[in-house]
């Protein structure tokens, strides 16, 4: 992969004379750069250019992988538009004929044995092939030099080429490439989808990046199969298209990137998207084993919510998860994490190729191995069938699925090709409504609405529900709608008072208030706390400073 696949805007000189970038503070040819007044991160392996447009202004500056790649955030008050730009090292022509020289020289060198190696031992391995090539043809480069070559190098063997640094901000939800000369767009925790200044500018490169995506997906990308569904090893869902055979612009990929740290109950209060109270009821919810689904649109947040929902799994159940690309992250020991696989050449008769392991497989294969909680990642083929006759038959099944409201839930699983009976619908307990809305504070993800399925109306046909909660988008605050069937159900089975099972719920909600005035978001760590309640509810509730009969907030 060449360097010049990337990109970057950068101003080179100062106007009226040369300039060096890479120079050092204080010397002639920094003082003549258009960076003299400008602040440098790290060391000047990577300078930091100024903007290059007057009517922009710096927003913040992320050091992604220091002292060598940043990602700079600029507002431009003219055109209105966000900018991400990608800050890596800054290479002489000198330096850049060397890179190209090396690649070539080592795409001949590596053999197969460098796959088996640990990321570690790749850097170390490449490192030392760069300093032998060097030494080999006796190039004496500066320590920096050296290391701008190495950070390409790595760049582009062990990371993602030109797109490493967008992959590697935590920042960065999603990154999208729409086809040749066209700005990348990532979508951004902060300032949602903002253009980038990578493209990729010839459509060989472009092509050339989708087939490394395959590689690193473990499929085959070609003319004959030019669509790319998969996930990398470090857990990227990745969708791509190669060259022009479906892509009228050339190919095209979007990378949903995996979050090392999964979304935690604690992460929704402080994000605005629940508040204490649901997240209690929740974790009753899921002590008591209530199955559920979550609904909404492209982006609301299911799959966020589902993991962060699914750590109040008690500790000792067993677990299987059932996704198309893992994306489910727990801590729980007693977990199964399944994932489909495709299959290889013509699909038969029953519409699948051989060696293919679809989501029907996984469910059917789930039930012989006595879970107690089955999560499916999303449901919308003739697994959801068999997932509901699970649910009818006592295994707490948690899901997402497309769909803004019950009524379209319930249009979408009983018609094709989910086709469900709507009677078997009953056997669902739980379901939440989740939305991405736009407000005063830009968009927000927030739970719409929390429902009970109560029952089945065999007159109208009808599931009756029940809402415990639901969001005010004018206050943006979460409501409690006055009753609770899932609180009924346990006070009959524990044969508790309604002061009692008060009592309860406020002990549930006084655990998530500590947790979140403490910004406790790390899973482990809150999963430990979860767990220790499991085995000692009063000892928690010692240690956090909650009395057990502490009953504030809302009511159950």
Known sequence: MSSSTLKIRIPRSAPGGPSDPLAPPGTAAARSSSLEEVDLPGTFITAMPPLGDPDAKELEVTAVNPPYSYARISYNDRTKEYLYEVIEPQLSAHERELLTHLK?????LIGGEVARMSAAEKKSYLRGEVEAYLRSRDIQLS????????????RDYIGFGPVDVLIADPQVEDISCDGVEVPLFVFHSRFESVKTNVMFSEEDQLNSFVILLGQRCQKAVSVSSPILDGTTSEGHRVQATYAREVTTRGGSFTIRRF????FTPVDLVLSGGANEEMIAYFWLAAEQGESLIICGGPAAGKTSTLNAIALFIPPTSKIVSIEDTREV???HENWIPGATRSGTGDRGADGKAAGEVD?????????????????VGEVRGKETYTMFQAMATGHTTYSTMHADSVKSMVNRLENPP???PRILLSALNNVIIQIQARTEKGVVRRLKQVLEIVGFEPETNELITNTVYEWDPSTDQFTFKGHSFLFDKIMEIKNLSHDEMETEFQQRVSV???LKEQKITDHRQLWRMISNYYKDPKEVLRKIGAAPTEADGEPA
Do not use: G
């Open 104 to 108: 070539e020289t080592m795409t001949r």
């Open 143 to 154: 320590p920096l030099s050296t290391e701008r070559l190495v950070y390409y190098i790595l």
């Open 259 to 262: 979050k090392e740290r999964p």
């Open 329 to 331: 992250n727990l801590p």
């Open 359 to 375: 989501m029907f497989d996984l469910v059917r294969a789930a039930l012989r191995q006595r879970p107690n909680y089955i999560i």
């Open 418 to 420: 989910i086709n469900t």
């Open 512 to 514: 998530i208030r500590y």
